[in-house]
């Protein structure tokens, strides 16, 4: 229980405020010590945390945009044309939290500051991150299975 509720803490920090934490290694080394029936809980716990720290962050790019960092203001200007299309920022939240390209953080303060729809953003995100992180828990349970 300590291994799972200590995964959905790491990947809230690093949803939030710690985004250097890499929350894909934290959940393979869980993953790998964790029986397979655990699994399932394992990544929606992953999942939850990870969304409830990026939604926080969305929510403090949304309502007050004037406290992020110069840098992450210079990559909003540049985002602000995907945000003219919702299909499109929909498109590449998803493939954000896919794949991590661009990296989920960035989009996060670009849909917050951008005013996109929360539940869009939570919705879209979620998906994608638990399609990543499902990827990540099956491949650990078979590289545990010893097939080759």
Do not use: H
């Not at 003219?84 to 590449?92: F, G, H, I, P, R």
């Amino acid at each position: 229980m300590s291994v799972m509720l200590g995964t959905f803490a790491t990947c809230l920090l690093s949803g939030s405020i710690f985004p250097w934490i890499n929350s894909e290694l934290v959940l393979i080394g869980a993953a790998a010590v964790l029986p397979r029936e655990l699994l399932a809980p394992l990544v929606l716990l992953a999942t939850a945390g990870q969304m409830l720290g990026k939604t926080s962050i969305f929510a403090i790019a949304r309502w007050t945009p004037e406290r992020l960092p110069k840098g992450a203001r210079k990559f909003l200007d540049r985002a602000a044309a995907l945000g003219q299309s919702k299909n499109k920022m929909t498109a590449a939240l998803v493939a954000s939290a896919v794949f991590g390209m661009p990296p989920f953080y960035l989009m996060t303060l670009a849909a917050g500051t951008l005013g996109f729809s929360l539940r869009v953003f939570v919705v879209a995100g979620a998906a994608g991150t638990l399609l990543r992180y499902t990827a990540i828990a099956v491949g650990i349970a078979w590289v545990g299975t010893g097939v080759t």
